[in-house]
């Protein structure tokens, strides 16, 4: 893990909205970090996928595919969320866990960057930290203390529903606050991580009151 369990907010996203692939499909999992969301979405929806991360080379994460036997389904790229090279129209679905808050935090993103890659009728799915509906706009005076210059990063659901906008293709935008926060915080914080053990000063005081994780659900016309 490198944060809150990515493989609980997986489940969550695929409870409410499972993805029907076939071995056929292409699914990108976009900020994939060490590939363990990657496994997880092989092994449940049997599609090819396409596992990019900018901090985790493509090198490190292929061998780690290979050793869990996935070279063959899961292919690694290292690029840029904002300068993607993938074919017109050539993914079914997208997932992001945990990393979309990190490059996509503006207007015209979803619209610019990642819809030309998805196939008509085409889903995304996105489950980030966020900001609890109440404090919307607070973020940086909130978690300040915790995050440092990150913490404008956090965000409402409702904020992250009007970044990604509308368009023609997009058929709807669902939003809400996920289920899976106090049990995906345990795992992490029973870790032994340097980064779980920086966090566990913050939890009660910061993380459990103001924070949350947004669930993002994207159907695509």
């Known amino acids: 893990m490198m944060g809150p369990s990515c493989v609980r907010i997986l489940a969550e996203l695929f409870d409410r ?8 499909d292409l699914i990108l999992d976009l900020g ?4 363990l969301t990657s496994l997880v979405i092989a092994k449940e929806t049997g599609a090819k996928i396409y596992a990019n991360d900018l901090w985790v080379s493509a090198e490190e994460n292929g061998e780690r595919f290979a050793q869990w036997g996935m070279g063959g389904q899961v292919k690694p790229v290292c690029e840029d969320a904002n300068d993607l090279h993938f074919q017109k129209k050539q993914f079914n679905a997208l997932v992001s866990v945990d990393s979309y808050h990190y490059f996509a935090g503006y207007g015209g993103f979803f619209q610019e ?4 890659f998805m196939k008509d009728g085409g889903v995304v799915l996105i489950g980030i930290p966020g900001l609890k509906d109440e404090y919307t706009g607070r973020a940086e005076e909130l978690l300040s203390e915790w995050l440092s210059d990150d913490a404008y990063m956090f965000k409402s659901q409702s ?20 289920d899976c926060f106090g049990e995906a915080w345990n795992d992490w914080l029973a ?26 659900f994207i159907k695509l016309r």
């Open 17 to 24: 909205h499972p993805l029907h692939c076939t071995a056929d």
């Open 159 to 178: 904020q992250w529903k009007e970044l990604i906008g509308s368009h023609d293709r997009i058929e709807f935008v669902k939003t809400w606050e996920m």
């Open 32 to 35: 994939c970090g060490k590939g």
């Open 191 to 216: 870790a032994d991580n340097e980064f779980a053990r920086g966090d566990r000063q913050y939890f009660e005081t910061i993380i459990r009151p103001y924070t949350c994780f947004v669930g993002i």
């Open 113 to 116: 960057k990642i819809l030309p």
